[in-house]
């Protein structure tokens, strides 16, 4: 039981890991700051213990609400844009009672409407971010007591020109980098199926590449096989023939050595079919230490009554002080018979 919780709690939270973006990181930066900067500023400011008392509630409720949505966020991260849309609902009172608190036009956290401004037309894109700006201008000048006299006319103005100066920008930059992502998204998706595609015809060219070998492999294999084939008729007939003769141990002799040789060639040809059948796979050696001449005596045996039927006489010329070497015995023994 504990084994599948903790499987189900990797597995929840490598899904949260995978939606959390670089901008959700700063949005949780940015209130990380505000809310110590906001302390900060409480402390060292000499202001009315009225405002003092308002504004302390009003950074509790900042970071109540904060803490809400993001332990929201962490259990629901699928549902992240409605989660932001939450968020700038509880911002944009928070901002426009700070500003309105600490002497809305004259207010030391003005900057607070150009960073909201900022940070939700970079989330939501160009329109929402226009409209973000239109609401925050509203607010700044209610925050302001609607008092535009000739003094506060030309600040306002230019408050307001940089809020869309803000949004505008970085709504088109926005859009642009969804854009963008949508599009590298959309590649990588094609490339995975382009890549599963050359896989599959890369599979498909190795099948004919064997079928094509095995065609080519034909004419050794009747090759390969009528060695063995050759010398099994050959002692199999010697050993029909000696069976109605056989009176003497020396008979008996020749004909247990003629079965062993029948049992030797049936073997190989055995191993023979099995590497065609086997063709796909890679060769494996059974490598030992060896006298080579242990293996051409035996070689020769194979066919020595064949030699003998044809008259053919063959001359043995080996090494004994050849040492031991490391090598195939079937394969040698193969390439020896051919």
């Given amino acids: 039981m504990n084994i599948n919780n903790n499987k189900n709690r990797l597995i929840k939270w490598d899904r949260v890991r995978l939606n959390i973006e670089d901008a959700d990181t700063a949005f949780l930066f940015v209130r990380i700051i505000v809310l110590l900067g906001g ?3 409480l402390a060292l400011s000499q202001i009315p213990a009225e405002t003092f008392r308002l504004l302390t509630n009003l950074f509790i409720y900042f970071l109540v609400y904060s803490v809400f949505t993001y332990i929201w966020l962490l259990i629901s991260p699928e549902k992240k844009k409605s989660i932001y849309v939450f968020f700038l609902l509880f911002d944009i009172p928070f901002t426009f009672l700070l500003v309105y608190y600490t002497g809305g036009f004259h207010s030391h956290f003005v900057n607070g409407f150009y960073l909201m401004t900022a940070l939700y037309s970079f989330y939501f894109g160009l329109v929402p ?3 973000i700006a239109v609401a925050a201008s509203v607010l700044y000048l209610i925050a302001g007591g609607l008092d ?4 506060y006319w030309p600040d306002f103005s230019v408050s307001i020109a940089f809020m ?17 992502r949508s599009e590298i998204s959309s590649l990588n998706k094609n490339l995975r199926v382009y890549i599963d595609e050359l896989q599959s015809m890369h599979g498909r060219l190795i099948q004919v590449e064997k079928m094509s070998e095995l065609g080519r492999m034909a004419a050794d294999v009747a090759h390969e096989i009528r060695n063995p084939l050759t010398s099994i008729g050959g002692f199999a007939r010697r050993l029909d023939k000696n069976l109605s003769e056989i009176k003497s141990e020396r008979s008996i002799y020749k004909g247990k050595e003629y079965v062993g040789i029948i049992i030797s060639e049936v073997n190989r040809l055995e191993r023979i079919l099995k590497d065609i059948l086997t063709f796909s796979r890679d060769v494996k050696y059974n490598m030992e230490r060896l006298r080579i001449n242990e293996i051409i005596n035996a070689s020769l045996i194979t066919f020595a009554e064949l030699f003998r039927e044809q008259k053919i006489n063959v001359i043995e010329k080996i090494d004994n002080s050849i040492p031991e070497v490391l090598l195939d015995r079937n394969q040698l023994k193969q390439a020896l018979l051919n």
């Fill in 39 to 41: 302390i900060s500023w």
């Fill in 129 to 131: 971010g226009v409209f």
């Fill in 148 to 151: 535009l006299n000739e003094h």
């Fill in 164 to 180: 869309f100066l803000l949004a505008v920008p970085l709504g088109l930059l926005s859009q642009k980098l969804k854009k963008d």
